[in-house]
């Protein structure tokens, strides 16, 4: 049995002829199918090649946004200014860095958007995935390294769309920001202790840790006494303070005021004297623990904090009559340079 078997699989082998002649035929074959994409020039073949890889690696803003309409963009519009629009992906901050704004620039000018959007937005709890942003800025030679001349930013909790723009109103020192109808974006306060200043640069509602409220002025800006008050002390803890005054209200004798980072106490400002509102107590500085000009203001009731936005009366100022043709033409120009209309 096993002798007919062995004798089966020697008549079943192959003609070594006949395997050359099948081995011929297959490299034909494969000749024929392969030899067509060997003729492309090169050049030909790469540009396939990019093509199939833009087509397998999709940018990550194409992954984050994938609608043509939400697609972030930044782009240059007319007289040197620079604009940008993103959709909301979180945090201002990280929303500007994913519309692929590089991390420094991002860094600054979500800054300086959140200064702007805090007086319409509470920042911690009604930022919404998809709300849309719009600013147009230009780049400036100081500490901030931008400024923002119009922003827009359309809440979906909110059911409306917000618009600032900044406006040089003849006469006044500083140019504010400004809605549609001209009414100044921030909150101002009555007895407050500047007269003159450029912007309120941090509240209690955008760093609650923060103590105190941050006005941005020139260093030797005047200081002036809210209240009458009690002097209680002068210049503690330089290092992080800097010159600073504690005043006791004496219509709320619990309270205590302070002024951080000035330049200096005005003449006559001495421990225990009682000093009558409105008076010069100080000049606006950069000392302490402080990174530019600027007046630190903080209301304590024994270690609560008190919100000056809360415990002064506030108002909003509007631009005065014959200023509001002039603001309107400055804000449709403004418009047009906004990247979608």
């Known amino acids: 049995m096993i002798r007919k078997n062995r004798s089966m699989m020697r008549r079943a082998t192959l003609n070594p002829m006949v395997i050359m002649a099948g ?31 833009s087509v397998a690696a999709p940018t990550q803003a194409a992954r984050v946004q994938p609608n043509a309409q939400d697609t972030p963009s930044q782009t240059t519009a007319s007289g040197g200014l620079k604009t940008f629009q993103t959709t909301m992906v979180g945090p201002i901050s990280l929303s500007f860095k994913k519309g692929g704004m590089e991390t420094k620039e991002a860094t600054f000018l979500s800054a300086l958007a959140a200064r702007l959007l805090i007086w319409r937005v509470n920042l911690r709890n009604e930022i919404r995935r998809g ?40 006469g006044r020192r500083f140019a504010a920001y400004y809605d549609a109808e001209g009414n100044e974006i921030e909150q101002k306060l009555r007895n407050a202790p500047l007269r003159e200043y450029e912007q309120v640069t941090s509240i209690l509602k955008m760093r609650p840790k923060h103590k105190g409220v941050d006005f941005k002025a020139p260093v030797g800006t005047k200081l002036y006494l809210p209240f009458r008050s009690r002097v209680v002390r002068t210049t503690w803890n330089f290092r992080f303070n800097g010159n600073c005054l504690e005043v006791a209200p004496l219509h709320k004798p619990n309270l205590r005021i302070m002024f951080l980072h000035l330049q200096k106490i005005a003449d006559g400002v001495k421990v225990g004297r009682v000093l009558p509102a409105n008076a010069v ?25 008190i919100d000056p936005f809360r415990f002064h009366e506030t108002y909003t100022r509007a631009l005065p009559e014959e200023q509001r043709a002039a603001f309107q033409q400055h804000r449709r120009q403004l418009d047009l340079q906004f990247p979608t209309r």
């Open 131 to 170: 709300d849309k942003i719009e600013v147009i800025y230009r780049p400036v030679d100081t500490q901030s390294l931008y400024e923002i001349i119009a922003m827009r930013y359309n809440s979906t909790k909110h059911n409306r769309s917000y618009a600032f723009y900044r406006y040089q109103e003849p």
């Open 281 to 305: 107590i100080g000049y606006v500085g950069n000392t302490g623990r402080s990174t530019a000009p600027h007046l630190h203001y903080q209301i304590m009731d024994g270690r609560k904090v």
């Open 23 to 53: 081995g011929a035929i297959f490299m034909a074959l494969v000749a024929l199918v392969f030899w067509p994409r060997n003729t492309r020039p090169k050049a030909q073949q790469n540009t396939l090649h990019l093509q199939r890889a």
